[in-house]
């Protein structure tokens, strides 16, 4: 491995650290010694590469935000079959890597009063339930959906698929459900 790769798995084995640390113990809580101490790494060292807790709090909200950022195009499908593949590939994406599931807390958590304000506003520049209104007003019009307000089934679906997330990065022994039973929330029988 040349130096650079080592000093970029580095970098993200901090980010990923302080993911973890971020999601279970929160923001204010969680010092920047923890994550060194839980890396075997100075402070000094990690400071190297992020010069603050804000720094890397900011860049895993970074990370998050261009995640989701990402244009929807389902001309060619369906709403309701659009969304079923992108919670069984968010699933399956979850159960490899636990830091998916960790982002559905650490958003929520940038969005708090308290957290610093650069950091706030980039958080809350991602609405993922203004998101995918545009989907779930398609899915009425092609009566896939039922109705009710799309923000409001918005809303329910992703809450559900935050807390079935947020209860897997606590617990990941816990089975992911099948992706298609949440669609009940919102699909017109």
């Not at 084995?13 to 929160?26: A, S």
């Not at 010069?51 to 935000?65: A, I, Q």
């Not at 807390?163 to 029988?189: H, K, Q, T, W």
């Amino acid at each position: 491995m040349t130096r650079k790769e080592q000093k970029d798995k580095r970098k993200v084995d901090i980010l990923y650290k302080g993911l973890e640390l971020f999601t279970k113990k929160g923001y204010k809580a969680t010092k920047i010694t923890d994550i060194a101490s839980e890396l075997n790494m100075s402070v000094g060292l990690l400071f190297h590469y992020f010069k603050s807790k804000e720094e890397l709090f900011y860049e895993l909200v970074l990370m998050g935000v261009n995640t989701l950022n990402k244009p929807i195009k389902f001309d060619d499908i369906t709403p309701i079959d659009y969304l079923s593949n992108f919670v069984k590939e968010l699933f399956m994406a979850v159960k490899n890597d636990i830091n998916m599931a960790r982002m559905f807390i650490l958003m929520p958590e940038a969005q708090k009063e308290g957290t610093p304000k650069r950091i706030r506003d980039l958080a809350l520049k991602i609405n993922i339930i203004d998101l995918f209104i545009p989907l779930i007003i398609k899915g009425q019009e092609d009566g896939s959906i039922k109705e009710d307000s799309p923000k409001v089934l918005s809303n329910a679906l992703f809450r559900s698929i935050y807390a079935i997330c947020e209860g897997y990065a606590i617990d990941s022994s816990r089975d992911l459900p099948n992706y298609n039973c949440i669609f009940d929330i919102i699909r017109r029988y």
